[in-house]
């Protein structure tokens, strides 16, 4: 008989911090949580001292069941969890041409956990993992063939996790089974995605080869004439590097006005700032049309999903999005908007024709209970 899977760490590495969660999966709990900054810069020398801390910090346990780890890309090989081996290893390190920042802390984390816990089983659950039902027509780019033939050149879009789960809440709570079930899924936070999900799996998503396109968020851009970039490259003579930075890390709502956070923004808008107002107005038009698009896409949705920091929360946002939806037959309830945050919540009026619900997203949790499933086969 296979040991039952009781605790079950999940680690979200990053290039300088590691996040932790630990869950008891039969009681269904958080036992603890954490994190760890300043890896290679001050703080511990490297992922696996980071760990050794995390172990210290959770008190040396010896009964760890497996551990689940957030990995950035999948590409094209991991349509699914995986149970971390050497072969499913080399294949991940072969992918860290598409995160070169955040694939090696990824991987870094495994192998600190393969070093600590050892005989521990170890579980990759991708960001990319769940789009990977796209068929051509969404994934591919319109550009010579060989660039997806020879470097990966497609979209693989992310967020994964957190769409995969939020499709099986909705399911839940509209009594449909998952594969019956039409939804766009709006992960809206400081990254944000949008999915459209056709019989419970993704046929589009807004982002791309990278975290970059779609939606206006915190510091990126989002969708932009290509035209545009190399426009601004060449003015201020920039390295593919900069641009990246420009375009990711100085960009959308920050460089719109000066704040990446939602809250400040939605108070100064409050105020009257006009540049505020419409980083407001941006945000809200860009995800007014992708829900739009992909509600022709899938067919007709059984529901809009809003979900992550601003999805669950704003409800200066998702009045500006639901206003714009009209010609859906989308009706906003204004007093389930204002009360809703953080929690379950229908916002959308009795006769809408399409609901909209909130739907709060865990990413961790959805990791453990992958590892579990992964781990059970
Ligand atoms: P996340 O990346 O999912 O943690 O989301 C972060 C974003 O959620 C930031 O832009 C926050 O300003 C936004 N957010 C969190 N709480 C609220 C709130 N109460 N009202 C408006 N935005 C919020």
């Not at 992310?158 to 899924?185: C, D, Y």
């Not at 990246?244 to 460089?255: C, V």
Request: hydrophobic share 40%; with cysteine.
């Amino acid at each position: 008989m296979k040991k039952q899977i009781r605790k079950v760490l999940v680690i979200n590495s990053g290039s300088s911090s590691l996040k932790y969660q630990l869950f008891d999966m039969v009681k269904g709990e958080r036992i603890a949580k954490g994190l760890v900054e300043r890896i290679g810069c001050g703080g511990p020398k490297d992922h696996t001292e980071a760990l050794a801390n995390v172990v210290a910090e959770l008190g040396n346990p010896k009964d760890i069941d497996a551990i689940g780890h957030r990995v950035l890309h999948g590409g094209e090989i991991f349509k699914e969890s995986v149970k971390v081996t050497a072969a499913a290893m080399k294949k991940m390190k072969s992918l860290v041409k598409f995160g070169p920042l955040h694939m090696p802390a990824n991987l870094g984390g495994i192998e600190a956990c393969e070093r600590i816990f050892k005989g521990v089983p170890n579980v990759a659950v991708f960001d990319t993992a769940f789009h990977q039902t796209m068929p051509d027509c969404a994934a591919q780019y319109a550009i010579d063939p060989k660039y997806y033939k020879k470097m990966g050149i497609r979209k693989y879009g992310f967020h994964g996790t957190s769409h995969k789960f939020i499709v099986q809440e909705a399911a839940r709570l509209l009594k449909k089974p998952v594969s019956k079930v039409n939804l766009v899924t709006c992960h809206m936070g400081n990254g944000s995605s949008l999915a459209a999900v056709k019989n419970g799996e993704c046929v589009d998503t807004s982002m791309g080869l990278t975290p970059l396109a779609g939606m206006v968020m915190g510091t990126r851009c989002g969708d932009i004439d290509a035209a545009a970039v190399l426009a601004i490259m060449a003015a201020e003579k920039l390295t593919p590097a900069e641009a990246d930075t420009l375009l990711n890390k100085k960009s959308g709502l920050l460089a719109l006005t000066g704040s990446s956070d939602c809250r400040d923004i939605c108070t100064a808008a409050e105020k009257g700032d006009k540049m505020a107002e419409l980083a407001l107005e941006m945000l809200a038009y860009r995800t007014a049309f992708y829900i739009g698009g992909y509600n022709t896409v899938v067919g007709g949705a059984d529901a809009i999903v809003m979900t992550g920091g601003i999805g669950e929360n704003s409800k200066e946002v998702r009045e500006r999005i639901v206003g714009r939806l009209g010609a859906l037959g989308i009706k906003l309830d204004k007093k389930a908007n204002a009360k809703a945050r953080g929690v379950v919540a229908t916002i959308s009026a009795k006769g809408s024709k399409i609901p909209v619900v909130i739907i709060p997203t865990n990413e961790e949790l959805a990791i453990a209970q992958d590892t579990v499933r992964i781990l059970k086969g």
